[in-house]
Nanobody, 116 residues
Framework: QVQLVESGGGLVQPGGSLRLSCAAS????????VGWYRQAPEKSREMVAT???????NYADSVKGRFTISRDNAKNTVYLQMNSLKPEDTAVYYC??????????WGQGTQVTVSS
């Protein structure tokens, strides 16, 4: 049973930083395509950042230069470093891992609120 547990969300002022973590159990993250997604109130879920097995990354235009996705295979954990946060970054952030035969899995989500 694959489980993803996110942490690191919270309330931060505009311009601040947060680091989200997604710890996996039940499978080895190194084999998966990983990503962070977010969903703001009354909006559809959107891709924030993804990382392929080989390390190639992709970012939403709205977060380029501010957010960084990384993975620590030894800790079986994916991170999202978020800097220069803006109120429009407020959303529930979800971790996702995907493998074409091993399956697709989502975390429970962690709330990020950017407000003064």
């Amino acid at each position: 049973q694959v489980q993803l547990v996110e942490s690191g969300g919270g309330l931060v002022q505009p311009g601040g930083s947060l680091r989200l973590s997604c710890a996996a159990s039940g499978s080895t993250l190194a084999f998966y395509f990983v990503g962070w997604y977010r969903q703001a109130p009354e909006k559809s879920r959107e891709m924030v950042a993804t990382m392929a097995m080989g390390g190639n990354t992709n970012y939403a235009d709205s977060v380029k230069g501010r957010f960084t996705i990384s993975r620590d295979n030894a800790k079986n954990t994916v991170y999202l470093q978020m800097n220069s946060l803006k109120p429009e970054d407020t959303a529930v952030y979800y971790c996702n891992i995907n493998h074409y035969t091993r399956g697709d899995y989502w975390g429970q989500g962690t709330q990020v609120t950017v407000s003064s």
